[in-house]
């Protein structure tokens, strides 16, 4: 079974903060993504990787930022959380040539 | 800019009866469709997929249409079972070289007994 991890199931942050939300992935995968899912607007891409110390934006990248140093672990890092990023923040990985995704439980994260 | 949109936020059906749930997308590069559920506090789980080359798709109780002039899909559920009250996401890739899934807004299905 393909298992994705994310590193928390809640968290709360400080406007301010810099937050760093993990994401662990144990199927080898090539491709991994961050997404944010918000009540009438589904979910929306924030960046993605298809390889060790790449990344690409995706369509909502403003505020956010990533990290992939190894092939199972990709982070997305808040350089300084504002209200208007608390989310439900899923993660997803996918083998290269494939075209379904598994996705992590994901991180419900609140900005106060 | 929406390219795959789901128009019904909500849909309600008895047990037992057919779900119909539809998407629509306006990028004539989408070549692979998809349809995830989603519980809450969970993240999506893959349901069932369909390529552009196909009209249709079955796996058990769900079935994908897919109308390509018309650039709509559906998904069909028969019967419908309580347990499958979640929230629906269609999901599309396109055929630019990498699998990047883009999903519409989802519709909150509820099936009651």
């Known amino acids: 079974d393909v298992k994705v991890t994310q590193s928390s199931r809640y968290l709360v942050k400080r406007t301010g903060e810099k937050v760093f939300l993990e994401c662990v992935q144990d199927m080898d995968h090539e491709n991994m993504f961050w997404y944010r899912q918000d009540p009438g607007l589904g979910l929306r891409l924030i960046y993605f990787?298809?390889?060790?110390?790449?990344?690409e934006k995706g369509d909502i990248p403003e505020g956010y930022s990533v990290s992939r140093e190894k092939k199972e672990r990709f982070s997305l890092i808040l350089e300084s959380a504002s209200t208007n990023q608390t989310s439900m923040y899923l993660c997803a990985s996918s083998p290269s040539k494939s075209t379904e995704a598994f996705f992590g439980q994901g991180t419900r994260l609140t900005v106060v | 800019d929406q390219q795959v949109k789901q128009n019904s936020p909500s849909l309600s059906v008895q047990e037992g009866r057919i779900s119909i749930l539809n998407c629509d997308y306006t990028n004539s590069m989408f070549d692979y469709f998809l349809w995830y559920k989603k519980y809450p506090a969970e993240g999506p789980t893959f349901l069932i997929s369909i390529s552009s080359i196909k009209d249709k798709n079955e796996d058990g109780r769900f079935t994908v249409f897919l109308n390509k002039s018309a650039k709509h899909l559906s998904l069909h559920i028969v019967p419908s079972q309580p347990g499958d009250s979640a929230v629906y996401f269609c999901?599309?890739?396109?055929?630019?070289?990498?699998?990047?899934?883009?999903f519409g807004t989802g519709t909150r299905l509820l099936v009651s007994p």
């Open positions: 999901a599309a890739i396109g055929n630019t070289g990498f699998q990047k899934l883009v």
């Open positions: 990787s298809y390889d060790v110390k790449m990344k």
